[in-house]
Every structure is written in structure tokens, then in C-alpha cells.
């Protein structure tokens, strides 16, 4: 694992802006220490909001100028996405360094299909944990690139250098409540970034298949449960949902007009070892913990808000599974040559369980009494339950999850100690 000094020394975005930035502090180390003329405090303000902006918020800085390119570089690109099996796969995985991400390349690479990660490594959560897994990765020689999905200069290169046989599209602004903080970033890397990387993939030769990360969220407050593919997805609940519903619109366009091939799959609530930080599972472990309250939603009246909390190894199963039953794009010189396949499947896991049973079994795990504070749900994006019907996922690739949360959450937990328990030894 990477020391922590060295992950701060990593910008959000890092970009050309950097060397000004350190010119700029030591301009005004230098004015600091002779203030002559009255229009230094002037000047000093212009530094400061200077030095704002360059810490804003990740979508609203330039895209990364990061070195890359030379023998070296695609020589590294090539060999991380060398497919080292019979009829496997080349895929290009981006949201690399994400929680799905991670799972998803490590389950290719094991199979023995080449894999490259693109990520950006945006400080939305602990840009930590985005490091130590791109580590884990990297010990089996999964190459993941930092960059954005919206640098098309980039983007375009890596498709020069390898012949992606498939994408898989992970990378995207989740959760659901920073989006009253940061609504643009969920525009930035849900649509923009997008539609950059369907324009590429349509021009590019040959095209490959696309399967990429939908969500539950489609489903909005008209949607009856279980939530069916064919359900009205009409009547999105927050600022994230109707990104992810757009992508889904946006998707059919591309595949009818560019014969792009392309597979959407709604998950429902992944938890697993490796698990974003951001999600209730992960936050109630930390303050149980730390005996800290948390809180635990329940719905207007009474009623209990409950998700299909689906496993990480059955969301990665449903992944491959996609993938090994995607269709081959048709088209070719960006124009279509004939019908592609265009599908979207739930996975999640059918059996939904309450948030205030998730708090029983994590007290139960982690041997620690919560300390429960019930509140109303607020408003703000959350649905009150969320329920998969998965049989056309069962019916196309045999998708089966078979991790119940109990089961799941042990797995969970004992990752959790192990890797906050062990960086807290290396530290002190
Ligand atoms: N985890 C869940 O419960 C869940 C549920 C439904 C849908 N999803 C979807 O599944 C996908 C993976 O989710 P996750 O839980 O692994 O989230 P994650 O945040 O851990 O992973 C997403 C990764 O994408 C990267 N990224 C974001 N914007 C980018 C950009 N513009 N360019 C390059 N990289 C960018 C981030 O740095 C991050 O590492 C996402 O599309 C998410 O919306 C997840
Ligand atoms: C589940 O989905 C299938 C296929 O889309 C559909 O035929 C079936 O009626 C659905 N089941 C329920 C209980 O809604």
C-alpha cells in the first residue's frame, strides 16, 4: 500500500494548472515578506480566490493534460490488455478504481482476458482506497490509466493502440444525495463523459460491444415491486437517476444509428469488501465502531425503507455474464450495417431486507450495540424500497445471485477490520 503522504500529493484532477499553482504560492511567499505598495492585499485576494478555484469542485476543473504516450507507455497499454487465453476477451474497464470496477477487472484478468482500466480518480470519496485498489490491480498487472472519460484526445489513442473487442463502463458520478453539492459532476461523467465514449466506440475499428452500469435508481416513485425491465421508468427521484435514465435513452440512440452493441445493467445496492465509503452498509460500520449514532431512515408512516442489497461476487457473475453474451457491433466506418443487439437487465438479488435489520446484523457482526437514531427519509433522492425481478438476467446468462446479506456482510466486515485494522498498525 501506497503511504498516505504520497496520495495527497494527488490532486483530484490533476492538471497543467499544477506548476503555476506552486509558481503562484511562491509569488506570494515572496510578496509576503515585502509588502511595498498598497495594492498587495489586492493582489493577495486575487491569490486566494485563485487558489479556490483551483481546489473546486473535480467537474468543474480542466480535464488532466497527465503525461502519457511514448513506446513505454504503449508498450504498458498493450500488454495490460493482452488476452492471454483462447477466444478471450480485450476489454477496456473504466470506473477501474472503483468498488465494481475493481472486482470486475480482477475477475477478467483471472480468467485470462485482457484488461485496461481508465479512471480518474476523483476525490468524490477517500482517494485512498481508490489507490490501494488500483495497487491490488496492479500486483496482477492490470494497468489502470488516470485519466478522464470526457478527454477525448486520450480516449481516442487508447482505441489506436489496442483493438478493444469490449468495454466495460463502470466510471460515473454515484450516490445519490451529493448531487444538492455537486449536480454537475453527475452531468460531467454520467452524460458528457457519455456520450464521449459512445462516439469513439461507434467510430472506432471495429467497434466493440458495450456493456455498461445502469442503475436501480431508474426506477422511480411510479414503480410498482418487483421492479421489472419493462416497468415505467418515467419519474426519476433524484438528479443521479435521471442521469443514469438518460444514459440509458441515450444508448438506444447510439445502437440504432451506429449499430453499436450494448448491454445496461441495473444494479441494486452493491456492498462487498472494497466497498464505497459513501454507502449506508459502509457508514454504520464506521460509527458503530466508533460508537458514534447513526441513522436509520424509516418512511412517512412508520414504515420501513428497505433495499435488495445484492453481493459483489453475483453482481460480477451478471457482469461477465453480459459481456459473454454481448453481440458483436455491426457497424462500421461510423455508420450502421445492420440491427445490433440492445438490452438492459436488473441484477440485484430479490429478497429485500429493511435498513433496521442491516443495523441488526452488522451489531451482531461487529459485537457493538448501535446506537440508532430513527429519522423520516427525507425527500432528497431516496426511493423506500427498492425490489429486483431478475428473470430475463436468468433466462439470458443463467444470472443466479447466492450470497444472502447475512453471509455477504460477514465477508464484508472481515475485509473492513482487516484493512482499516492493518493500516492503522503501519501508521503508528
Ligand atoms: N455500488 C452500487 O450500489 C451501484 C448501484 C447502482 C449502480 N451503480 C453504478 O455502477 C457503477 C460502478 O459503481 P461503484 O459502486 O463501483 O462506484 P465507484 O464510485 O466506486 O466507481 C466509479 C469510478 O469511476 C471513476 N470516475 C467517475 N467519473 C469519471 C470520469 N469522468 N472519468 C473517469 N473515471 C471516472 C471514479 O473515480 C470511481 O473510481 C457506476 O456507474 C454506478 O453508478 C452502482
Ligand atoms: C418478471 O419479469 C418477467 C420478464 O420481464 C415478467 O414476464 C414477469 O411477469 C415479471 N414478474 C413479476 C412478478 O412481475
New binding site residues.
Partial sequence: MKSSHHDHNIPSTPGKFKPEKSNLYHRFRLHYSHPTKPTFWGFVFLCLIFIIFLNSSPSDQPLKTQSWGGSEWEKRVKSSSKIRSKSGFSVLVTGAAGFVGTHVSAALHHRGDGVLGLDNFNDYYDITLKRARQDLLQKSGIYILEGDINDAVLVKKLFEVVHFTHVMHLAAQAGVRYAMKNPKSYVHSNIDGFVNLLEICKSAEPQPAIVWASSSSVYGLNTKV?F???DRTDQPASLYAATKKSGEEIAHAYNHIYGLSLTGLRFFTVYGPWGRPDMAYFLFTKNILKGKAIRVYESGDHGTVSRDFTYIDDIVKGCLGALDTAEKSTGSSGKKKGDAQFRVFNLGNTSPVSVSDLVSILEKLLKVKAKRRVMKLPRNGDVQFTHA?I??AQRAFGYKPTTDLQTGLKKFVRWYEGYYGLRKKSHH
Fill in positions: 418487483p421489472s425491465e419493462t425481478n428473470s430475463l
